[in-house]
């Protein structure tokens, strides 16, 4: 079992920028692959970014390419998520979540999730 939870959202505007964090407790946090999702008001959660067990590999949705930069750190149990440049767009709730397999964009290929941290971006 895995508990998530996810720190450092707020509101920013628009060129600004925030790190969140997610605080993992529970076993073995390095075996596993953590993701970070969003879900906007009306609309589906999507995938953001993921990082592989040991940091090596990383994907994020082509949204945010360039501008979010997903780490970890074992030693700590915690996973982050550098947004910089953020728009507007980048407004939703905010998740991370661990996945027991590899790195996937897919909400049922992770096991475990957080309750979610609001980020908001204005114009």
């Known amino acids: 079992q895995v508990q998530l939870v996810e720190s450092g959202g707020g509101l920013v505007q628009a060129g600004g920028s925030l790190r969140l964090s997610c605080a993992a407790s529970?076993?073995?946090?390095?075996?596993?692959?953590m993701g970070w999702f969003r879900q906007a008001p009306g609309k589906e959660r999507e995938f953001v970014a993921g990082i592989n067990w040991d940091g090596v590999s990383t994907d994020y949705t082509d949204s945010v390419k360039g501008r979010f930069a997903i780490s970890r750190d074992n030693a700590k149990n915690t996973v982050y998520l550098e947004m910089n440049y953020l728009k507007p767009e980048d407004t939703a709730v905010y998740y991370c979540?661990?996945?027991?397999?590899?790195?996937?964009?897919?909400?049922?290929?992770?096991?475990?999730w957080g309750q979610g941290t609001q980020v908001t971006v204005s114009s």
């Open positions: 529970g076993r073995a946090f390095g075996r596993y692959s």
């Open positions: 979540a661990a996945a027991f397999l590899r790195v996937g964009r897919l909400i049922n290929e992770y096991n475990y």
